[in-house]
C-alpha cells in the first residue's frame, strides 16, 4: 500500500491519509499500480470500530476509520492499523506500507517532470502542487487522478529516469517526509528507526484536530535549556513558538486545534506546562508508551495568534560527572510531516 499525507493538516505520521493506492508486483518485477478511491473503500466497513479516545473526543468521530488510522506515533503501529482497516475494506493483505506526505511528492514531481492529470488535463507541477491539494482536499477523484498519475509516472517511466527518482525518495526518507515498513524483517531491520531507543530522547507529535489545513499556515520554533544541578540532576525546559498566520477562519485556513503530545524519557517528572501565560500543569495527561513518558495536551491557536507552550521537567537519569566533566547526548526527534523547524538548544555551560 502506498498512501499520500496531506500535511498541511498534521498527523502523527506525517499528515490526514488523502489517497490510497496498491502497488502489485508479480514474480519480482512491477506488475500494476491502481489508486483507490477512499470514499469507496469507507462505505464497505460494515463493523464498528472503537477509534481512540484523542480521535473520539478531541476530533469528534464515533467510528474510527481508515483515514485517520494513522494515530500512533511509531509508523509500524499506525502501518499495521492501517493493514488492518484495508484488510477489512478492500480483502486483501499487503507485504507493506509506504508513505508520501507533500514535501515527498513535491520533491518527486520536480525529479519525474510535470503531471498531466488524464481527465482533466489539469498540470501538477512542484511549483503548484501544494496549492493545488490544498484548494482541492475534499475532491476525491482529484486525489485519485493525482495519485495514479504520480505512481505511474514514477513506477513505469524510463529507466534513464530511475536515477533522480531514487535520489528523491533517499532524501525523503532522511528528512521523515517518507516512511515505510515491510513485512520482510531483513528489508526492514535496513530502514527501522531505532530512536525510539534513546536514552534521553525528546520527541514532539502533534495532530490537527480542527478539520482545516492550517498547518500551511504555521511557523513553529523550538529551543529546549538544559540544567544541570551539583549532583547530576537535570531539567529540561522546552518552549515551542507558534504562530498561525492564518487571515481568518474560513477554510483552508482558520484555528489551530493541536493534540500536542510530548515524548520524554521514561520515569520522567513534569514540572510545569504553560501555554501563554496560562498554567496548564493540573490539565496534562500523563502515561507511558513505547519505553517513554508521554504528556498529552489540547490547545488552539486563532488566527493572527502567537502562543509559546513551555514543559519543564526532570529526568529520572542523573548526569555522571567525573573530574568535572560529563558526556551528556539529547536526541531531539523531528515528527513526519513537518519541514525544518528552527531548533535551539543551550548547554549548562552556556554554551548554544
Do not use: C
Amino acid at each position: 500500500l502506498v498512501f499520500l499525507q496531506d500535511n498541511n493538516e498534521l498527523r502523527p505520521t506525517g499528515g490526514l491519509i488523502i489517497s490510497l493506492a496498491l502497488v502489485s508486483f508479480e514474480g519480482g518485477k512491477l506488475k500494476k499500480v491502481t489508486a483507490l478511491n477512499l470514499v469507496d473503500l469507507a462505505s464497505k466497513l460494515k463493523t464498528h470500530i472503537e477509534p481512540p479516545k484523542e480521535i473520539k473526543n478531541d476530533l469528534g468521530q464515533k467510528d474510527w476509520t481508515l483515514q485517520d488510522s494513522n494515530w500512533e506515533s511509531d509508523f509500524s503501529a499506525s502501518a499495521k492499523q492501517l493493514e488492518s482497516f484495508y484488510l477489512q475494506e478492500g480483502g486483501i493483505s499487503v507485504d507493506g506500507v509506504v508513505a508520501l506526505d507533500l514535501w515527498a511528492v513535491t520533491d518527486l514531481v520536480g525529479k519525474i517532470g510535470e503531471l498531466t492529470l488524464p481527465q482533466s488535463g489539469q498540470k501538477i507541477s512542484s511549483d503548484n502542487l501544494f496549492q493545488q491539494v490544498v484548494t482541492k482536499a475534499s475532491k476525491n477523484e482529484f486525489l485519485v487522478s493525482l495519485t495514479q498519475e504520480l505512481l505511474n509516472k514514477t513506477f513505469f517511466q524510463d529507466s534513464s529516469g530511475w536515477g533522480m527518482s531514487i535520489q528523491s525518495f533517499q532524501k525523503s526518507l532522511s528528512q521523515k517526509h517518507m516512511l515505510v515498513y515491510l513485512h520482510d524483517s531483513r528489508l526492514e531491520a535496513l530502514i527501522k528507526d531505532d530512536n525510539w531507543a534513546k536514552v534521553n530522547r525528546l520527541s514532539l507529535v502533534e495532530a490537527n484536530f480542527g478539520g482545516n489545513k492550517a498547518n500551511f499556515f504555521l511557523d513553529r520554533a523550538l529551543s529546549v535549556v538544559v540544567s544541570v544541578d551539583k549532583d547530576g540532576s537535570i531539567s529540561q525546559k522546552l518552549q515551542v513558538n507558534y504562530t498561525n498566520r492564518s487571515q481568518n477562519k474560513i477554510w483552508p485556513g482558520g484555528t489551530y486545534k493541536n493534540r500536542l503530545r510530548f515524548y520524554v524519557p521514561f520515569g520522567s517528572k513534569l514540572v510545569d506546562l504553560r501555554f501563554g501565560s496560562d498554567d496548564l500543569t493540573s490539565k496534562i495527561e500523563t502515561f507511558s508508551e513505547y519505553g517513554l513518558t508521554v504528556y498529552s495536551i489540547l490547545f488552539t491557536i486563532d488566527p493572527g495568534q502567537t502562543k509559546v507552550v513551555t514543559i519543564d521537567y526532570r529526568l529520572l537519569n542523573k548526569l555522571k560527572i567525573e573530574n568535572g566533566k560529563a558526556n551528556f547526548e539529547l536526541n531531539v526527534i523531528k515528527q513526519p510531516g513537518t519541514d525544518r523547524d528552527p531548533l535551539t538548544i543551550r548547554l549548562p555551560d552556556g554554551q548554544v
